[in-house]
């Protein structure tokens, strides 16, 4: 078994090829219902990066991510629309809000052992959503906000589906990036030693408490640029996205994708977002579904999708044996 | 460093978990460049006391000092700044790095790198990578290890991953080694190993703090002998004058028949 199967050389070529397949792609779609869903996968691959640093890296989980997404839409729709503040303005100011609504929740619970974080988060994330309905006079109440002024660059109004896509994929790659950055890092290492043994990693000096808390927050910001990307293109936020299903979905993604891997959230996020597309006639059934799907990667993909597939094409190249080289 | 001096002082300390008194009032120092053993039979309170001593436990009381300095009731996290690492009864690496991550990790409070300059890579952090990387490597090398350094640490022979633990704790350049039970599972021809290894430690100035069953391993290398008997400690000297102590050769073969 090899845990991380690719050295960092192999994910820093990946980047060209994979910005290039993007970059292309938009000229091989000539739906803009396709486009649109594209949008969808790149701000679901922005949460789901998120949600797996937190889960496949600190080990936490988090039920309530949606919310943080939502406290994204909703800052820039109140900054934008109530007190007309430029749209990027708007827009650098979600994260910060997510992330500090992250802080807050994670400082109490992240200090304790097991899984406080989920019943924490569970918790907020239904609290807030009964916020977005309640506060009427600043959200709108069910009926949502409207009239949310669209991302600009100079002149040039980004309105366009297949304008959007380019903005929406470079926060997404850049994400990614520092992702992956992240990882192969000190703090990366650390937060793997967590994961494996917390005694052995106090041992060494790792201030358990304050890497679980920087990941939540960074989680939370992730999900708040998130949030303010879905308000800047779909111009209207109302609470219905910001559930627990959703939250759920998040999860599901992660896990699709596979835990502690980068590129497994795009994977995990076009699965589970085309899915939902494909799903949307079912309804309610549809929590079923997802339901069955997270009890049978559970089961058969414990690495997820990306991981399986990876280690099915590595096997059959296993016949010799990759020279050991020291990194970095 | 200098040789002798005292570094760490347990005063009168005790644990208790519930009803049970795992160590009970035991005070003793340990010197810097001397190799102390804790010895005892199973349940003597011997991991208890280490664990106390690397602050994964809080004594219910008594006061452990280093340097004079009162640490009692530190987080396990700050022993490494205080120049205190160790190593674990069940070998505690991280599996899922690689050997020379391993030792890196023993680095990790003598780098600076944050979340921020982490997901920036900036060149201050590529800097400090390269400059960890060769650190590890050298303490590697020390431990026979180089060769290995790109496998994961599990798919180590137990033997070796006894010694890379011991190579991780020595990476945080630390003033006390404590090691609990490192001969454990080793061979003879590694258990001569380890012995050369902890002796050219403790040559070197450090502080050693050894628990260990092997009897060999501890009457040859250790300068002085601790022994706890159910919490207590029992007897305090050099490794002979231990061994003709009664009441050690009582906690260990139990009283003889013919004394009642």
């Known amino acids: ?328 | 460093m200098t040789t002798g001096a005292v570094f760490l002082e347990a005063h009168d300390v005790t644990k208790r978990f519930g009803g049970l008194t795992a160590v009970d009032s035991v005070s003793f120092t340990m010197k810097l460049g001397t190799i102390k053993a804790l010895i005892g039979p199973n349940g003597a309170g011997k991991s208890t006391m280490l664990n106390m001593l690397s602050g994964v436990y809080l004594p219910t009381s008594g006061r452990i000092s280093v340097r004079t300095v009162d640490v009692t009731g530190q987080q396990a996290h700050k022993f490494v700044g205080l120049g205190i690492a160790r190593t674990f009864q069940t070998v505690q690496l991280f599996g899922n790095m690689t050997v020379i991550e391993n030792v890196v990790m023993g680095l990790h409070t003598k780098c600076k790198t944050g979340i921020i300059q982490s997901a920036l890579r900036l060149p201050s952090v590529l800097r400090e990578e390269r400059m960890v990387f060769a650190s590890a490597m050298e303490h590697l090398e020390r431990v026979g290890l180089a060769d290995r350094a790109s496998e994961l640490a599990v798919n180590l022979p137990y033997g070796q991953q006894r010694m890379l633990e011991i190579a991780r704790a020595m990476a945080s350049s630390p003033e006390m080694l404590m090691l609990d039970e490192p001969a454990a599972g080793l061979s003879m021809k590694e258990t001569e190993h380890l012995a050369l290894f902890v002796q050219e430690i403790r040559d070197s100035g450090i502080g050693v703090l050894v628990v260990d069953h092997d009897m060999r391993l501890i009457m040859d290398i250790s300068d002085e002998v601790v022994v706890l008997d159910h919490g207590k400690k029992i007897a305090e000297g050099t490794p002979r004058e231990v061994q003709t102590n009664p009441s050690v050769i009582t906690a260990y073969l139990g009283e003889e028949a013919g004394d009642e």
């Open chain 1, 1 to 328: 078994m090899d845990a991380r199967s690719q050295s960092p050389r192999y994910h820093f070529l990946a980047f060209p090829i994979v910005g290039a397949l993007l970059a292309a792609l938009p000229f091989a779609l000539h739906n803009n219902y396709y486009i649109g869903v594209m949008v969808f996968i790149g701000i679901h691959t922005i949460l789901a990066l998120g949600l797996n640093l937190l889960m496949g890296y600190a080990g936490q989980v988090s039920l309530g991510h949606a919310a943080f997404y939502g406290i994204g839409a909703y800052t820039t729709a109140i900054l934008t629309t109530m007190l007309k503040w430029p749209p990027w303005v708007g827009l650098a100011c979600a994260p910060m809000v997510a992330g500090l609504a992250a802080y807050l929740i994670g400082m109490p619970t992240l200090k304790l052992k097991g899984h406080y974080l989920a019943m924490a988060t569970l918790g907020f994330g239904m609290i807030v959503k009964i916020l977005f309905v309640e506060y009427y006079p600043l959200t709108g109440g069910t009926s949502g906000m409207t009239g949310i002024p669209p991302l600009s660059l100079g002149k040039l109004q980004l309105v366009d589906d297949r304008q959007f896509y380019y903005v929406v994929w470079f926060f997404a790659l850049m994400l990614i990036w520092v992702s992956y950055n992240i990882v192969e890092s000190r703090v990366g290492r650390a937060l793997r030693a967590v994961h494996t043994s917390e005694i052995a990693a106090a041992s060494v000096g790792v201030d358990i408490a304050k890497y679980k808390i920087q990941v939540f927050v960074l989680s939370g910001v992730y999900s708040g640029l998130a949030g303010a990307l879905y308000a800047h293109y779909i111009r209207f936020v109302n609470p219905d996205p910001f559930g627990f299903m959703f939250s759920i979905q998040l999860v599901v993604m992660v896990v699709v994708g596979g835990m502690a891997s980068i590129w497994g959230a795009i994977a995990g996020a076009s699965a589970i977002t085309l899915l939902s597309q494909v799903l949307q006639r079912f309804e309610d059934y549809e929590v079923i579904v997802f339901g069955a799907i997270l009890v049978l990667v559970m089961i058969y993909m414990p690495q997820g999708l990306t991981k399986s597939i990876v280690d099915l094409t590595a096997r059959r190249r296993s016949a010799k044996p990759s020279k050991p080289e020291v990194l970095p």
